[in-house]
């Protein structure tokens, strides 16, 4: 008996479906009123097939890209943690000032 599964009787008020469950649910009924509808079988097949490869597709062209790193990101990373701070206040000091230009090569 120390093997066995133990199940708990939840109330179904207190229930809440996860993401999953939820995205499913939306997919079921998509599904279910596509083949329940008056549609021919032709139209219900496409319809199933194009209700398939929208919930299986996922957005590539969504991807967040990397920050592109700044001058200072990539300074400070190349000093040691104790001189961090110097460097910072250096870049400040040469961006606050209007006599020093700063190109794309340096």
Do not use: C
């Not at 961090?84 to 040469?94: M, T, V």
Request: no cysteine; glycine share 2%; hydrophobic share 30%.
């Amino acid at each position: 008996m120390e093997h066995a599964k133990k199940y708990v009787l939840v109330d179904p008020q207190m229930y809440r479906p996860t993401m999953p469950e939820k995205s499913l649910g939306v997919l079921d009924q998509v599904i279910h009123s596509t083949l329940n509808s008056d549609l021919p079988d032709d139209e219900k097949a496409k319809l199933y097939v194009s209700t398939l490869k929208r919930f299986k597709a996922y957005d590539k062209t969504a991807k967040p890209q990397p920050p592109k790193p700044n001058i200072e990101s990539e300074l400070a990373g190349a000093m040691p943690t104790t001189q961090q701070y110097k460097a910072k206040k250096l870049l400040r000091l040469i961006k606050d000032n209007p006599d020093i230009d700063w190109s794309d090569t340096g």
